[in-house]
C-alpha cells in the first residue's frame, strides 16, 4: 500500500514537472547574449573629466558598433544593454522617467533607434523599489507609465533589479510587472533579480512562479573583476545545480551574471585557461545560462570562440 502511493506520488510530480508553465513571450528560446555596461563601467557619471568611460549615450553607441566591427554580433552577441545611473535623479513634474539630459542628450528614443539600426537590441535597467541601487529613481508608483515608457522607446529587454524594496514582496511584485510588461503589447525580455535579494534575506524563492514571470533572473552575486569572484559563482551554481537546474529551458533562463572577457585594464586576464574551460562557452551549457560579456573593448571573441 505504502508503496502504490509512494508511486503515485512520483507519477504526479513527473507530470507536474513535465506541464508546469513557463513564461511563454516568444523571447530567449536560447540565453540572451550581449554587452551589459555595469561590471566595467559601473556608475561612471564624469563625463566631464572622463568622456570615454562614463554612462553615456556615446558609449552604448560605441559599443553597438564593436559588436558589429570585432565580430561579436555575427557571433550571436545581439543585445546592448544600458545598466544602472542613466537617469536623471527625479521624475519629470508629470512623474515620468527622463534620461540624464547632460549624458544622453539625444533620449533613449535615439539611442534605441540607432541600436537597431545596427540590427541589435536595446536592453534597459531599473529597479523594483523607491531607487535604483544607485539611487535613481525606481519604478515603485509609476509601473504603469514605465512600462509604457519602454515600449514607446521600443526596448527589447527590462533588467528590474532590487535594491530599496522588500524581499518578500517580490514575488507579488516582479509577477504584477510582467503582467503590465505584457500589456504594453511589445516583447520585451524580463530580466529578474528577485531570487538573489530573497535569498539574500533568508526567504526560499518559489522558482515554480519565477520562471512563469521571468525569462531569466539572478540567483546570486554580482561578479567582479577577479577570478575569485568568477569562481565563487561557479561554485555556488555547481553547489546548487539541483535547485536551480531544472528551471532553466527555452524562454526562462538561470543568470550568473557577466562574462568577463580579457578585463586586461582590471587583471582578469589570468587564468584565462580555466575561463575558457569552465565559463566560456561550455559554462553556457553547464550552467544553462546567458552570456553577457563586459570587457573595456570586446575585441577576443576570436580567442573565446576558437574552442
Ligand atoms: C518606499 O517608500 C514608501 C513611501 O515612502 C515607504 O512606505 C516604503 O517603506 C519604502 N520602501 C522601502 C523598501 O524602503
Ligand atoms: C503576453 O502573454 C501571452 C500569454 O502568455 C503571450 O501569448 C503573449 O505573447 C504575451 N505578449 C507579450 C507582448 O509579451
Ligand atoms: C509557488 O508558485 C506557484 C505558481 O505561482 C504556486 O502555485 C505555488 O503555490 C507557490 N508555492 C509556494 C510554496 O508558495
Avoid at 86 to 99: D, T
Avoid at 106 to 124: Q, T, V
Avoid at 232 to 261: C, F, R, T, V
Amino acid at each position: 500500500m505504502n508503496q502504490c502511493i509512494s508511486i503515485f506520488y512520483i507519477t504526479v510530480i513527473v507530470f507536474v514537472t513535465e506541464y508546469t508553465n513557463a513564461l511563454e513571450n516568444g523571447l530567449v528560446r536560447t540565453p540572451p547574449m550581449g554587452w551589459l555596461s555595469w561590471e566595467r563601467f559601473r556608475c561612471n557619471t564624469d563625463c566631464k573629466n572622463d568622456p570615454d568611460n562614463c554612462i553615456s549615450e556615446r558609449l552604448f553607441q560605441v559599443m553597438a558598433d564593436l559588436l558589429i566591427t570585432e565580430g561579436y554580433a555575427a557571433a550571436g552577441y545581439e543585445y546592448v544593454n544600458v545598466d544602472d545611473c542613466w537617469l536623471e535623479k527625479h521624475r519629470s513634474p508629470s512623474g515620468q522617467l527622463i534620461a540624464d539630459r547632460s549624458r544622453f542628450p539625444s533620449g533613449m528614443r535615439a539611442l534605441s533607434d540607432y541600436i537597431h539600426s545596427k540590427g541589435l537590441k536595446f536592453g534597459i535597467y531599473e529597479d523594483y523599489g523607491n531607487y535604483t541601487c544607485a539611487g535613481y529613481p525606481g519604478i515603485i508608483g509609476h509601473q504603469y507609465e514605465d512600462a509604457r515608457l519602454f515600449a514607446d522607446w521600443k526596448v527589447d529587454y527590462v533588467k528590474l533589479d532590487g535594491c530599496y524594496a522588500f524581499p518578500h514582496e517580490m514575488e507579488k511584485g516582479y509577477s504584477e510587472f510582467q503582467d503590465i510588461l505584457n500589456k504594453t503589447g511589445r516583447p520585451m525580455v524580463f530580466s529578474c533579480s528577485w531570487p538573489v535579494y530573497q535569498i539574500y534575506a533568508g526567504i526560499r524563492p518559489n522558482y515554480t512562479s519565477i520562471k512563469e514571470n521571468c525569462n531569466l533572473w539572478r540567483n546570486y552575486d554580482d561578479v567582479q573583476d577577479s577570478w575569485v569572484s568568477v569562481e565563487s559563482i561557479i561554485d555556488y551554481y555547481g553547489n546548487n545545480q539541483d535547485l536551480i537546474a531544472p528551471n532553466s529551458g527555452p524562454g526562462h533562463w538561470n543568470d550568473p551574471d557577466m562574462d568577463l572577457y580579457e578585463n586586461v585594464d582590471y587583471g582578469i586576464l589570468y587564468p584565462s585557461t580555466k575561463i575558457k574551460v569552465k565559463v566560456n562557452p561550455s559554462g553556457v551549457v553547464m550552467l544553462k545560462a546567458e552570456v553577457y560579456v563586459d570587457a573595456k573593448y570586446p575585441n577576443s571573441y576570436k580567442y573565446v570562440f576558437s574552442l
